[in-house]
């Protein structure tokens, strides 16, 4: 017999548990076992194949250059828009004029959508008349076709997502250093600390927590955030843009290989799991919570 | 406790009788896309409002889905959970994916009477020719569009070229546009001859065009074989490539489909290739005097064909078939695909349509509407095939891999043909 209390429990844990069941465990189970299955089409079923899919995925050149692409994509923006939201936060926290209007143009960025972002960045990348060569121009530097090289492309894309990731951290981190309480930097300064001192061995230990979320969110945003692909180059030219996530969604609702889609979101999923392993089990033991 | 089911079954069956008016109605869905500008929900809305009056045992829920992607997406969506929509406007090239999947019924079964038959002949043979396989007609014209030629007149003067007489030849082409050309003392280009967009959602279907004009061609009629590597399309790609490197009249890399109407407005492009369905914007945004030219050709000219018709889905009873049948034939009328095309931009694609006052008229107001029609005597239907998204993939990454100098025409295309080959293999 359950006690009254555990009852209780069970029901207050009911909501979140449904909903993580339904929107979280089963889909990833679903997608695991549908990536062992071929794809139904018209008169032929879907059968059992085994790794087929996987080892077509270890042969296809496409998903390698999407591999690559959102390694060099992680890797540039999760430390360039944690960088960026970190100066931007230090910067509108110190004493500076008009300073709650250069906080609502660092937030801008963020409350836009990404699909608007992508519009007004295609302008601003249009060679000859946008507005970056424009400038360049001026220094007999113009006529550079940012998103239609593919050594430039993917790099343009690095640029929009640094600039709309920023500001939302930076939120987060202005939030965390309002919290640290001001008399550690004063003692700090009587103890005849420099200011990049201060900030190395002050300001920078207490704000790890919530470094290590914006990490944890940074590394979903280098995985999660692709509308700019599709709205801009749809992972061209010559796949030079393609990211992981963008091509499991052209696999799946353009080429409507399910299957085959299947296996690459379970691929797309161990990345990410490995990745918050090692951010949980390591990170975690060297931050030290208030 | 009697007297409560009484009451229950009385109210059950009074709320029958009152029903039963909305029973004898036949209900069916339409799924349409909006592909170009301006307000167009509403005029389909007032269609859809026309066809209940004329048909008052009909009722259309006709349902706004988004661009073609997604409206496809939806529609097979739909068809895979059970619910399919009645019709749909879809496009030309997905009757291969369509008919793969099993979820749309060929619209010939429906078609009996001698009026039906005169309907039918009154489509211009190359739209119908995209909507037969296998000798069954699968889907109905709609709103058909073709690639054209846009040029800036003032820019034609100013090189001192005339400015009624648009190129015919490739050749032409390469020597109008280094007139066109022009570069400021420090050697920048200020204006560039053409442009023709080689970005993912558009270039397959620009360099159809191309092929057509150098006597090939990308795709055979069963969907089922590619002809990538032959001497034609490595051809019409090494003049693609060559009009950048070699002539210097057309802008490094990909051009960009979504950008390339602005490039035209801004005069960074004196010659722009781009579809029928853009001439509403370009007319009232443009500063300067402009031309529609059909396109040139190698030596004889060809353009593609693009755009929707409509498609009856599986799954539905025979009662909603045969009025979603009798919804297409209102749609496609010639009045009110006239009225559609003026709307739109979109090419109607029934003689009888141009041959109406209120197309007459246009076409009197507005002159260049009329090259699109004169042109598709001499148009190719797009590349299609089974995987046609896959297919179109893979062709367009060879063609960029190319314009971007990462592969030369010959080995982009023997690359291509062997990926196409290996996918399209499974159909056969």
Redesign the interface.
Known sequence: MMTRNAKVGLLLLAPAAVLLVAFTFYPTVATLIDSFYSTPRGRRPSEFIGADHFRTMMADPIFRIAMINNMIYAAVIIPGSMGLALAMALLVNARIGGRALVRLAFFTPTILPMIAVANIWMFFYAPDYGLIDQFLGLFGMGGNNWLGQPGTALWALIVITIWKLAGFFMIFYLAALQQIPPSLIEAATLEGASPSQRLRRVILPLLMPTTLFILINAVIEAFRLVDHVIALTRGGPNNSTQLLLHYIYQVAFSYWDTGYAAALSVALLLVLALIALVQFGVLDKRIHYR | MISLTRALFGSAALSLIALSPALAQTNITFFYPVQVGGPLTAVVDGYVADFQAQNPDIKVEAVYSGSY?DTT?RA?TAARSGTPPTVAVLLATDIY?L????VVEPVDTWIKTDADNTWVDGFMPAYLASARVDGNLWAVPFQRSTAVMYYNKEAYKAAGLDPETPPKTWDEMVEYGKALTTRDA?G???QWGLGIP????AVHWMFGALVAQNKGKLSNEDGLYTFFDTPEVIGALQYFVDLSTKHGIH??????W??TP??FL?G?LAMAWHTTGNLGNIRTNAKFDFGVAPYPGNPDPASVLGGGNLYIFEGASDEEKAAAFEFIKFLTSDELLADWGIQTGYVAPRDGSWETQAMKDYVADVPQAEVARRQIAVSVPEISTF?G??IN?VL???I??A??G?ATAEAAMQGAQAEAERILSAYR
Do not use: K, M, Y
């Not at chain 2, 008919?99 to 099993?102: T, V």
């Open positions: 992607t997406t097979l994916t008919i793969d999947s099993g420090a920048n280009v200020t080689g970005s993912s959602n802008p490094p890399g990909v051009q960009e979504g950008t602005s490039d801004e960074r995987e998204q896959r993939e367009n990454a060879a960029q891999s314009l971007t990462q």
